[in-house]
């Protein structure tokens, strides 16, 4: 309860913080972009991580509002950024957007709105939503989901593998990124099943025209598996953990 109420206070006291984590093409090993992770640095507790007040916040009914602030941060740092010429027009910017804020009606709303102030163009803009936010209202899924393709953004299934749907049922619905979740990279390298399995999705995503990223690549040898089974791209500790944007800076000076 404590923590719920710190977190109704968190906004105002400006106490998120969005961390960048690069999202790699494993073709040419450049930063194709980032994925935006909130961060709460709590005033007492430290740096509080979202696996831990991110289900507080839902169940608060604050998740909405963090969602949408991290949104608007997140869009306004690459439209920085862009400005800056620190990156080129092309990179993107990936959101995660909870159950709660993409069945919310306002929505679209909130996304045009934000496009509009930060200037940021629609394809700058990528949104994660998990196989369970899709499957929890299928049918209003499928409207949400299309329009916001028609508004020109790049939607992507988050942590792909961990939930009960499967790439026949989900290629129905108009996304068109799969995120394979970083518990099947994980020890990839020892497990020949596990590289089957990705093989397997990696080639049925690209039959129905849907790009991949490899989540929680760690080693060099998991790099070289996926980029050989032809994975688009890749994210993960190997390329860097999410980054203050100030570090982000520092990572874009040195990139080839
Ligand atoms: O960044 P980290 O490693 O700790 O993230 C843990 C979980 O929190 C992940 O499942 C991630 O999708 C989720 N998460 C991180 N940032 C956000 C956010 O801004 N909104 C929502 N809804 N979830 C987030
Ligand atoms: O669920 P989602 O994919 O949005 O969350 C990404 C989470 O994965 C974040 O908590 C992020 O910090 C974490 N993460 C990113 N790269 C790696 C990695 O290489 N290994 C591990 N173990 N976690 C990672
Ligand atoms: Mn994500
Ligand atoms: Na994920």
Redesign the pocket.
Known sequence: LQLENDLKRAIERQEFIVYY?PIVCLCTGKISGF?A?VRWQHPTMGMV???DFIPVAEEAGLISLIDTWVLQTACSQVHNWQKQKLISEDITVSV?LSVRLFSNPSLLTIINETLQSTQISPQNLKL?ITESAIMENSELAAIILQELRECGIDLSI??FGTGYSSLGYLHRFPVNIL?I??SFV?SIEQDGKKTDLISTVISLAHKIEMKVIA????TPEQLEILRNLGCDFG????FS??LASNFILDLLASAP
Do not use: V
């Not at 989540?215 to 760690?218: D, H, P």
């Not at 994210?235 to 190997?238: D, E, K, M």
């Open positions: 984590q994925e992770l991580s979202p696996g995660n994660e988050d942590d995120k979740d970083r994980n989540e929680g690549i760690e994210q993960g500790y190997l953990k999410p």
